[in-house]
C-alpha cells in the first residue's frame, strides 16, 4: 500500500467504511466512497463518482461509471459505459448492456435484458429483451410505448419483433 498524496492510496485497502478522494488497488469494506476508483470495491455499498473497473456489492452508485457493477439489489449510474449487472438498474445515458429483474435508463445506446426495461428518451438507440419493454417521453408514438419480447430501438423509428 502506498500514499501518493494527501488523499490518495495505491494498493489494497481493509476496513468498516472507507471514504478516499483517489483510490488505484482493491478496496473492501462494509461501505466504500471515493470520487475516483481505478480497480475493484467490493463492499455492502459502494459510491465513486468516478469509477473505472468493477463495484460488487449489495448497492453500487457512481455518477461516472465505466467497467462493471454487480449489485445484489441495485446499480445506479447517471452516465453508465460497460455493464450493470443486479436486481435493479438505473441510469440516466447508458453505453453497453444492463441485466436485472428492472432496468431503467434515461436514453440507451446498448442493450437491456431483463423481465421489465424501460428507456425514456425517444431517439435513443439499443435493443431491449424482456417480458415487457416500455418507452416513455414526447412523440413516441402509441403502439411504441409497451413492446413485449424484443424491441429495437434506433434513432427515430421502431421496430417491432415478435414470435
Known amino acids: 500500500m502506498r500514499n ?3 488523499n490518495t492510496l495505491v494498493g489494497i485497502a481493509l476496513g468498516l467504511f472507507r471514504k478516499r478522494e483517489k483510490f488505484s488497488g482493491l478496496e473492501i469494506a462494509l461501505g ?19 469509477m ?8 453500487n452508485n457512481s455518477k461516472e461509471m465505466y467497467g462493471v457493477q454487480i449489485g445484489g439489489f441495485i446499480n445506479v449510474a447517471n452516465k453508465s459505459s460497460g455493464v450493470q449487472v443486479g436486481f435493479g438498474n438505473n441510469s440516466k445515458e447508458m453505453y453497453g448492456v444492463q ?3 428492472g432496468n431503467i435508463s434515461k436514453e440507451i445506446n446498448g ?25 416513455w417521453g414526447v412523440g413516441v408514438p402509441w403502439y411504441a410505448k409497451f413492446i413485449p419480447f424484443i424491441a429495437i430501438r434506433t434513432r427515430g423509428d421502431v421496430k417491432i419483433i415478435t414470435p
Do not use: H, P, S, W
Open 4 to 6: 501518493k498524496g494527501k
Open 32 to 50: 466504500n466512497e471515493t470520487n475516483e476508483m481505478k480497480g475493484i470495491q467490493i463492499g455492502l455499498v459502494n459510491d465513486a463518482k468516478k
Open 52 to 59: 473505472y473497473g468493477v463495484q460488487v456489492g449489495f448497492g
Open 99 to 101: 441485466i436485472g429483474v
Open 111 to 135: 442493450v437491456q435484458v431483463g423481465v421489465y426495461n424501460i428507456c425514456e428518451k425517444y431517439g435513443g438507440g439499443g435493443v431491449q429483451v424482456g417480458l415487457i419493454n416500455q418507452r
